[in-house]
């Protein structure tokens, strides 16, 4: 991995389900780049896939607190100290970062950062301020030496340079590659479907807890995290058990084909710090690439990219909230307006014009 042409994206998670860095490296490659993905392989990690990019997991001792940052970072430097100078390394969020300071940092034109989120302000460190202190001080040391930066929406770029103005910042939104699949507005089962992490704060206790209240109505949830157990226990307590499905973990292309049964898709983000309230989440770009109405919070991102209509968007994160914008979504007249409006809406916000931009974007700068 010699040329100038050689890129390496390091993630900290397994690679199986992160469609946006699969996207990424998938475009990188088929514009000539020689492309490799680094992640690590957990205990349950799915068998990888074939790509047109290398990929590399690797195997830590640890999975959890500070020992896993130390031993993620320590697996990374060890594999990528090996590479020529001329490769290009590009960080996925804070949690990668310290691997490219320690080996670009005399060489910042072949370093760059691809900010999937603003991580010190993560719901899981808002109330943990220490921890949050430190996360703040590292980006600070590492952004201060950084030259180029990319991330998934206007909000967190327009932080980050207010924060930062010396750097070259670019937006990629988290858009996938542009689909044709025609849903049907009259939906039987009506299945409401959530994709994504099961973390704090995506709103999935109050989409547990409305199921009572609608009938013929369906929750499925595809993903992982550590709120499995939790919610395993909600569910087997809700009176709307037999209509909620905890789906697990599940490969992209499956994920396609449960999206494309779904009645509409949920993103509801409980505003815990500017993480969150700045996002542009992929199942956002998903729902309205397979043309399904989905509900969002109104968060400026989600408003920016509600004209014409294809969202519902909620002002406070909250059971009754949640119950009105699906009570809503029930009206089959408006709900086909919507379904309407995303098919016509998928020909301007997809991958195919976002990773045109960005590949442009780092070819400019890697001479």
């Known amino acids: 991995m010699g040329s100038t042409r050689a890129i390496v994206f390091t993630v900290s998670n397994d690679l199986v389900t992160d469609q946006r860095m699969i996207r990424i490296a998938t475009s990188f490659a088929q514009q000539g780049w020689e492309v490799t993905l680094v992640g690590r392989e957990k205990p349950d990690s799915l ?16 999975h959890h607190g500070p020992l896993f940052y130390l031993s993620l970072n320590w697996a990374l430097w060890r594999y990528l100290r090996q590479l020529s100078d001329e490769v290009v390394i590009v960080n996925v969020d804070l949690d ?14 072949r370093w760059f950062y691809e ?16 921890k949050k202190f430190i996360w703040l001080k590292l ?61 704090e704060g995506r709103g999935l206790e109050i989409a547990i807890e409305v199921m009572p209240y609608f009938e013929d109505v369906y929750l499925y949830i595809v993903g992982d995290g550590y709120l499995k157990e939790k919610l395993q226990r909600l569910i087997g307590n809700s009176k709307a058990s037999e209509r909620i499905k905890l789906l697990g973990k599940v490969y992209p292309d499956e994920l396609k ?35 399904l109405p989905q509900i969002n919070m109104n968060y400026p991102e989600y408003k920016a990219l509600n ?41 301007r916000y997809n991958w195919e014009i976002e990773a045109g931009r960005m590949i442009k974007w780092y070819d400019d700068r890697v001479k």
């Open 47 to 62: 068998p990888l896939k074939e790509h047109p990019f290398k990929q590399v997991r690797l195997k830590l001792s640890f």
């Open 96 to 109: 990668t970062l310290a691997t490219g300071w320690l080996l670009r940092r005399h060489t910042p034109e």
């Open 115 to 130: 900010a999937h989120e603003y991580f010190p302000e993560v719901p899981e460190l808002q109330e943990r301020r220490w």
């Open 139 to 199: 980006e600070k040391i590492f952004l201060s030496r950084l030259k180029f930066l990319s991330t998934v929406s206007e909000s967190v770029a327009h932080h980050f340079r207010k924060l930062y103005p010396h750097l070259d910042c670019m937006v990629a939104r988290n858009f996938p590659v542009q689909r044709f699949h025609i849903p049907t507005s009259f939906c039987i089962p009506k299945i409401i479907l959530y994709q994504g992490d099961l973390n």
């Open 257 to 291: 084909a449960i999206t494309d049964q779904a009645w509409i898709g949920i993103n509801l983000l409980e505003n815990k710090g500017l993480n969150y309230y700045y996002s542009l989440a992929n199942k956002f770009g998903d729902y309205l690439q397979a043309g």
């Open 307 to 347: 004209s014409p209509q294809v969202s519902e968007l909620i002002d406070h994160y909250s059971k009754e909230d949640l119950i009105k914008a699906i009570n809503k979504l029930l009206n089959e007249s408006h709900h086909k307006k919507l379904v309407d409006n995303a098919i016509k809406l998928r020909a």
